[in-house]
């Protein structure tokens, strides 16, 4: 951003806002981790995405027809039945507090929702870019303080081996990826398809933990897999009438979503 020397498009305290949204999110789930199983973070993570058909509707003017409905609910489906696999093969274990932790997961799954939105609605009104840079800037300042207050107590107790570094390395790495292509996704498919893409995480966990670490995986899994794959081709599938009148909603939606951005450039907002 530095390099090209562009004018910035967005107001930066609406970046800060995103940034701080964004890392209570991720903050709130970790925590979750703490109270509560494995499971139940999986299933009420799928929370997200009855909140980003909501947001996107409302906000963005996004329609949603039955196809990406059909695509939605079948994708819920396949969390739900990894979901049974985990009961089935007894691998849920419950945590310290599961109320706490169920009710974090659900805080964190709607500021999730909010941030994706956001973005999906910077990145295709404004610049790419640009939000990336101020994502990650204002991020890792908010989280550096953050932690400086709240987490002083854990640093003091992190064991510094190699094994624990390469560990924290690696968690970077793939979260620099996973943000850097999340403006592309939310770019080309918005903020839904997004989140429906994740729930196949759940899944790819699944299969580090049989090769990985040789766990046994219930046959549930396999099934499930196929289902949110299913779901997602559903979703991704152009209705006929959907593409008839695609010209006419995708300016609608656009000018919308433009006369937002304008009114916030506005002098005295």
């Given at each position: 951003?530095?390099?090209?020397?562009?004018?910035?498009?967005?107001?930066?305290?609406n970046?800060?806002?995103?940034?701080?949204?964004?890392?209570?999110a991720?903050f709130?789930?970790?925590?979750?981790?703490?109270?509560?199983?494995?499971?139940?973070?999986?299933?009420?993570?799928?929370?997200?995405?009855?909140?980003?058909?909501?947001?996107?509707?409302?906000?963005?003017?996004?329609?949603?027809?039955?196809?990406?409905i059909?695509?939605?609910?079948?994708?819920?489906?396949?969390?739900?039945?990894?979901?049974?696999?985990?009961?089935?093969?007894?691998?849920?274990?419950?945590?310290?507090?599961?109320?706490?932790?169920?009710?974090?997961?659900?805080?964190?799954?709607?500021?999730?929702?909010?941030?994706?939105?956001?973005?999906?609605f910077?990145v295709?009104?404004?610049?790419?870019?640009?939000?990336?840079?101020?994502?990650?800037?204002?991020?890792?300042?908010?989280?550096?303080?953050?932690?400086?207050i709240?987490?002083?107590?854990?640093?003091?107790?992190?064991?510094?081996?190699?094994?624990?570094?390469?560990?924290?390395?690696?968690?970077?790495?793939?979260?620099?990826?996973?943000?850097s292509?999340?403006t592309?996704?939310?770019?080309?498919?918005?903020?839904?398809?997004?989140?429906?893409?994740?729930?196949?995480?759940?899944?790819?966990?699944?299969?580090?933990?049989?090769?990985?670490?040789?766990?046994?995986?219930d046959?549930?899994?396999f099934?499930a897999?196929?289902?949110?794959?299913?779901g997602?081709?559903?979703?991704?599938?152009k209705?006929?009438?959907?593409?008839?009148?695609?010209?006419?909603?995708?300016?609608d939606?656009?000018?919308?979503?433009?006369?937002?951005?304008?009114?916030?450039?506005?002098p005295?907002?």
């Amino acid at each position: 951003m530095l390099y090209r020397r562009s004018t910035i498009k967005v107001k930066w305290y609406n970046y800060f806002l995103l940034a701080f949204v964004d890392v209570e999110a991720n903050f709130l789930v970790v925590k979750a981790y703490q109270n509560t199983s494995m499971t139940s973070v999986m299933l009420l993570d799928c929370w997200a995405i009855p909140c980003v058909l909501v947001l996107t509707w409302v906000f963005l003017k996004t329609r949603y027809r039955f196809m990406k409905i059909s695509g939605v609910f079948i994708c819920i489906v396949g969390v739900v039945m990894v979901v049974f696999s985990d009961v089935h093969a007894g691998d849920r274990a419950g945590g310290s507090n599961p109320v706490k932790g169920d009710f974090l997961v659900i805080a964190g799954a709607s500021l999730y929702a909010v941030s994706n939105v956001t973005e999906e609605f910077l990145v295709k009104n404004a610049d790419m870019i640009e939000l990336m840079s101020f994502l990650g800037l204002f991020g890792a300042i908010i989280a550096a303080i953050q932690i400086s207050i709240f987490e002083r107590g854990a640093l003091r107790d992190i064991h510094w081996t190699t094994e624990a570094i390469l560990l924290y390395i690696g968690v970077a790495l793939a979260l620099f990826m996973l943000y850097s292509l999340i403006t592309v996704l939310i770019m080309i498919n918005g903020a839904t398809m997004f989140n429906l893409s994740l729930l196949t995480s759940d899944m790819w966990a699944v299969l580090i933990r049989t090769f990985g670490y040789h766990e046994k995986v219930d046959w549930l899994y396999f099934l499930a897999f196929a289902t949110t794959a299913t779901g997602l081709i559903i979703y991704s599938m152009k209705e006929k009438y959907q593409e008839e009148h695609r010209t006419g909603e995708v300016v609608d939606e656009e000018a919308v979503q433009r006369k937002l951005l304008d009114e916030d450039d506005e002098p005295g907002t």
